[in-house]
């Protein structure tokens, strides 16, 4: 079953940087959509940002010009490189692609399990 890693969260002062990584295992192929997603505690999870397989991005309005994601489609990673960073950033982030599963060639959603980000005031 594929799997994604993330790495990189944790506590930083507000203004502080943060970069968060996340791997895609081998059995997932063909990836297409790669994504960050955030929840904090009492509120839905919600797009951070999100990088298409020939490179156009999207963001959330309240990180444009803070947070920048980029991918490396020979690595199977994505990365979101967080600047500027505020209380209200705080938040579990969450990798996401769609890919296919080569076990099948299925087209499936995976989800990584998550990395707290803290921003401390």
């Known amino acids: 079953q594929g799997q994604l890693v993330e790495s990189g969260g944790g506590l930083v002062q507000a203004g502080g940087s943060l970069r968060l990584s996340c791997t895609v295992s081998?059995?997932?192929?063909?990836?297409?959509?790669m994504a960050w997603y955030r929840q904090a505690p009492g509120n839905e999870r919600e797009l951070v940002a999100r990088?298409?397989?020939?490179?156009?991005?999207n963001y959330a309005d309240s990180v444009k010009g803070r947070f920048t994601i980029s991918r490396d489609n020979a690595k199977n990673t994505v990365t979101l490189q967080m600047n500027s960073l505020k209380p209200e950033d705080t938040a579990a982030y969450y990798c996401?692609?769609?890919?296919?599963?080569?076990?099948?060639?299925?087209?499936?959603?995976?989800w990584g399990q998550g990395t707290q980000v803290t921003v401390s005031p």
């Open positions: 990088i298409s397989s020939g490179g156009d991005t």
């Open positions: 996401f692609v769609v890919g296919r599963d080569r076990t099948n060639f299925s087209l499936k959603n995976y």
């Open positions: 081998g059995s997932i192929f063909s990836i297409s959509v």
